[in-house]
């Protein structure tokens, strides 16, 4: 069943451990993005990619990184995390043209840094 | 900030009333799209709208759209306590450009 799928679901870590969190789309997209959403609310871009081996910065600052190695794969790293990485983040897909970038959403990675 | 800005931000209804919420965006857009998001889940899509298209409706949905104003609405009529979640408003911009921007968000809430 083609799907878009985050793990883990909850993280609850200490400081200064590195993390990734992983995103996989089962749909072919060629555009990926990854969404930080603050407690109260507001969804930022931080990374996007149009395919395998881009990779773009989005409008909200983050010390994460992303690769985008294979065209299903869209993993998030934190080197170091602190606590103000606590957050949600949210993974997206969407195809490249067609259907006006529908993005399709996981459900996301909830970031508890202890 | 390329942050759209959604109103109100939180608003109560009782079932069966219409529920109206609006997005307001700064750079001219490729289309804009209506996702809804249920107690700090992923998002669905809901509905799309094109920058020359002024008004779409789907089931209980209706857009509208104005590119003077920069602005775009969604009514969600003979709301459902089933509806209760957060609406966010997303701007595909013009140009080729990809770089997609979310509105802040409105919460709503339907009272069964």
């Known amino acids: 069943e083609a799907d878009i799928y985050q793990t883990p679901r909850y993280l609850v870590i200490g400081t200064g451990k590195k993390i990734t969190l992983e995103c996989s789309q089962t749909?072919?997209?060629?555009?990926m993005y990854w969404y930080q959403q603050d407690p109260g609310m507001e969804l930022h871009l931080i990374h996007y990619?149009?395919?395998?081996?881009?990779?773009e910065k989005g409008d909200l600052s983050s010390e994460s990184t992303v690769s985008r190695i294979r065209t299903e794969h869209f993993p998030l790293t934190l080197e170091s995390a602190r606590p103000s990485h606590t957050s949600q983040y949210l993974c997206a897909s969407s195809e490249d043209g067609g259907r006006y970038n529908e993005q399709f959403f996981g459900p996301g990675t909830r970031l508890t840094v202890l | 900030s390329q942050q759209g800005e959604e109103d109100p931000q939180a608003l109560s209804i009782q079932e069966g009333e219409n529920a109206t919420m609006n997005c307001s965006y700064k750079t001219s857009i490729n289309n804009l799209q209506w996702y809804r998001q249920n107690s700090g889940r992923g998002l669905v899509h809901l509905i799309l709208?094109?920058?020359?298209?002024r008004e779409k409706h789907s089931g209980r949905l209706r857009v509208t759209l104005d590119t003077s104003k920069k602005s775009s609405s969604l009514l969600i009529t003979a709301s459902r306590a089933a509806d209760t979640a957060s609406y966010f408003c997303?701007?595909?911009?013009?140009?080729?450009?990809?770089?997609?921007?979310f509105g802040t968000g409105t919460k709503l809430q339907v009272i069964p």
């Open positions: 709208i094109r920058s020359n298209e």
């Open positions: 749909m072919g997209h060629d555009k």
């Open positions: 997303l701007q595909l911009p013009s140009g080729g450009y990809q770089k997609v921007t």
């Open positions: 990619s149009y395919g395998v081996n881009s990779t």
